[in-house]
Every structure is written in C-alpha cells, then in structure tokens.
C-alpha cells in the first residue's frame, strides 16, 4: 500500500489541522463573515504573531496549573481508590458518595473555590483537581477490584503480606485501568483550570479569552481557543506515550489480533 | 511404595514419619442464596512424602476446593489436614501451587515471573536468578527469559508457571488441572516433562486432573472422586515402573486402570451412556 493510500485510510492528525484551517480559510473567504463574529485563520495567525510572548506566558500560566492540579488528582485519587478498595466502611462512605457527586456539575463550585482559595492559582489548582479527582478514583477503584483471583490466591499461596499483594499485584494490574481514568482526566483538568480562570483570574488563557470577549477582539479568544486546543491534544498524546512506556505489555495485547505472537517466534514448535 | 520412600533424600527438618499430607474427615460446604451446597463430604486421603497423587473425577465433584483447602486458600467446613504432621493453619510453608491457567503477570518478564516467589518470601532475589535461568532451561525455555508472557504459546506459558512453582523448592507440589486448557499433544509433551522433573526432584505431588490417562500415566496413586457430594469412592495404586513413557497407553494393563475407573465412574452415575 502507498503512502498516499495509506493517508486517505487513517490520514495523519496535521494534515487533517492543515486541512480543517484550509477549510476554514476558504469559509471566511466565500462568505465574507464580519471579523467581530468569525475570523480568519490567517488574523487569528496575525493576532498570536503580533504579541506571542504574552500568550505564552498566560498559556504557561494554564498549563502549569493544570498540571498541577492533575498531579493531585492522580496521586490522591489513586490513594483514596486503595483505600476505598481495602475498606468496606470507605466503600459505603466515601466511595459512594464520591459516585453521587460525580453527577453534580462541578463547574457551579468555582466561585465558591475563589471564596475559599483566593482569586490566584490556588483556587484553578483546585478546580482542575476536583474536576479530575473522579474519573481516577472510579477507574482505579474499577482496575483494582477486577484483578484476577487466580492472581491474588497465587501471592496468598506464596505468603506473601497484604501490601506486596497490592504493590506487586493488584496495582499493576490496575495500571491499564489508571490510565484511562488519567486519559479522561487531563482533558477534565484543563476545563477545571479554565472555568477557574473565568471567574477570577489576573492570568491564563481563561482570562485571556474572557478579557478579549469584553472588548470584541474576537480574534484574541480564537488565538487562545486554538492554544487551548493544542495543548489538551498534546496533554492527552503525553498520556498516552507515557502509557505505552510503562505498559508496553498491554499495549501489545491489545495489538494481539494483529500480529499472532507465535508468528513472531519461529521456534515455538522446535521446542521440546 | 519403597521407591517413593527412597526418594525422599531431600527430607532436611520433617518428621519424616508422618505422611506429608494427611487429611481426616474433611467436608466443606458452601452457603448460597438458595441452601447450602455440599462440595465435598468426609474426605480421608494420606498423601506420602515424595508419592505422585492424582485426584480424579469429573468437573463439580470438590477436587480443586480439596486442592484449595490443602493450600491454605479455602476454609474447611469440617475435619482435619495435617502437613508433615502439623495442623494446617494459613498457606503452608514449602509448597508450590500450579493453577488451571498459567496466571503470569503480564507485565513482568519470563524470568521476572519465574523469580515471584521469592520476592514474596522476601527472599534474596539474586541468589535464584541462577536457578530460575537453569529451571527455565530445563523446560526449554532459555531463549525466552527476556520475553513477555503474551509472545508465548500456551504449553510455554504453562512451562513458565511450573518453573515459577518450582523456585523456591517446595517439597509439596499442588497442581490444580494444569494441562487442562492445552491441545492434546502439547499436554503429552508436559507429562513426560514433569514426570522427568518429579522423578529427579524428589517432590510431593497432589495433581488434580479429570483425564483418566494423565491420572494413570503419572500418578503412583489415583484417588477417584464423584460429584454430589464430592467424595472420594475409589483408590487406585499404579503399578507401571518409571520412566512411563506415552506409548505406555497402549498397553492391556493401562486400558484395564482406564477400564476399572470408567466403571467406577458409571456406577456414581457419573459417566451416563444411554443417552
């Protein structure tokens, strides 16, 4: 199969950006939209290019208080999951009521996270961290509890404590799971980062759009929205490299169907 | 059995007198939503240090929750089990224990997986890393040491978890149907590997199978169980000098064991024909 075959079939992620931009380009071209409602790519392009610095610094700003707030989440989200896991008491409680509190829009706690943390980064830190908090501890608690019996009779039968049952494992098993919890979570992050930005900020792309929107400079909102949207994607990719660095065994069973793995060892039947 | 007592060189701290694993009137019996169901009923079995024991009955009748019982992983409802004389009380010490499925982990390598017991005994990894490399080739499997346990077929993986059982040198090997999920050929292939590693290891083995030919062809024993309850309804002593090899299944005398034990099975009403 060529390469051009191939690009038609699964075409790369830019050039299906390139073409979305085209397209795009093309759309303000033809229909001549007022540039208060829809800029141009190329404005938008101009707009970035006109004060690059600034937008830098205030997307650094999101970032770094959206990886943060992520870092909590992963790190107390996956000790709250072991806890819930080991305890039936916790399970009831906490566990619960964090699945009930799942259904309430987080989103309405923002100003009340200014009054208790502030208007700086205390108060972002802790939206991305609430936002994010739920989907790591539902699918560690969900990775922890489906480990194979046979795994754990296996550690009993060895004698081996409680805690190298849970470190050797019932956490890596889990691993698979944590990480789409974290998939789901980083994206959730950055909208809790943001929506924090929109009620009370000095910095970050949040403000930024918020204080462009006050003065119709459309074009400055598309400049952070399209900002916004390449660092959630290279968020998530980050993500997934790390999850194929540290799981490259279940990454390969998932590509299992493809490549038979006895096909890749020709000397399976010589052996005795 | 003069040869199993022979081979019991390795005995190191045991009472050497007492069975290595003695059971008494065992029941269990598990409680469900609608009534309790009786697993296994009044079970008496004695097991001698270094003697190849099968447990033998069709699926339901109680042999693995008997092999879980003497692991330590099921409560029993009532009775006594006794290892080396001593009262069961948790997993015992010294023991190996093979499952149905290989159950690697399939985030750690070959040789990662074999050296698992002896991290959980929190015993010194680098002083096995020698035997868990001489265990694996010994089953052929030198060249896959670095490998994942997905690049294996399944009679390998099988292999992996014997060598893994095997690390530690337990004296007490229990094997819970562990050729049951491979093809015929491989599963031949497997006998004649353990029977090899059993003759030359001195060890205990309590295998629980449902294939009568396994049960002839490897054990120096065949306890035969029915279903509903579970129970033990027949012993067999086989009579076969070792090394057995696979052709030995050819032979009058084996098919007159395959024979008594069909029979045995027919008249449990476990091996239903007029249908």
Known sequence: MGYFARSVNKPPVTLVFICLLLLWQIGVWVFEPSPLVLPSPIEVGNEFLKNPRIFLFNAAHTLANTLVGFALAVVIGVSLAVAIVYSRFLEATLYTSLVAMNSVPKVALAPLFVIWLGTGDQSKIGMAFLIAIFAIVIDAVLGLRTVDPDMLDLGRSLRGSEFKLLWKIRFPSALPSIFAGMKVAISLALVGTIVGEFVAAQHGLGYVILSAQGVFDTARVFVALVILAIMGTLLFYLIEFAEQKTLPWHVSRRAEQKVAPTQKIPTVATVP | ?275
């Open chain 2, 1 to 275: 059995m003069i040869a199993a007592g022979l081979r019991t060189t390795g005995g190191r701290r045991m009472q050497l007198t007492a069975p290595h694993v003695k059971i008494a009137s065992l029941s269990k019996v598990f409680g469900s939503a609608r009534g309790d169901v009786v697993a296994l009923t009044d079970v008496t079995m004695e097991v001698e240090r270094g003697e190849f024991v099968s447990l033998l009955g069709p699926s339901g009748c109680g042999k693995s929750t008997l092999l879980k019982i003497v692991a330590g992983l099921e409560d029993r409802s009532a009775g006594d089990v006794q290892i080396s004389g001593a009262p069961l009380n948790g997993c015992p010490e010294g023991l190996g224990f093979v499952f149905q499925r290989d159950v690697l982990l399939d985030w750690r390598t070959i040789l990662d997986n074999v050296l698992l017991p002896a991290e959980f005994k929190n015993l010194k990894r680098s002083l096995f890393e020698a035997r868990a490399r001489e265990l694996l080739a010994l089953f052929g499997l030198r060249k896959f040491e670095t490998r994942y346990p997905w690049e294996l077929s399944g009679g390998m993986r099988q292999r992996v978890a014997i060598c893994r059982a095997l690390l530690v040198d337990p004296d007490l090997l229990l094997m819970d149907e562990p050729f049951g999920a491979l093809d015929a050929l491989t599963r031949d292939e497997l006998n004649i590997e353990l029977q090899r590693m059993w003759m030359t290891s001195g060890k205990t083995v309590l295998f629980v199978t449902h294939s009568i030919s396994e049960a002839i062809l490897l054990s120096d024993r065949i306890l035969v169980m029915a279903n509903r309850p579970g129970r033990i309804v027949d012993v067999l002593d086989i009579d076969f000098p070792r090394p057995r090899e696979l052709m030995l299944r050819e032979q009058p005398e084996f098919a007159a064991y395959t024979r008594r034990i069909r029979e045995t099975f027919e008249r449990h009403g476990m091996l239903r024909t007029d249908h």
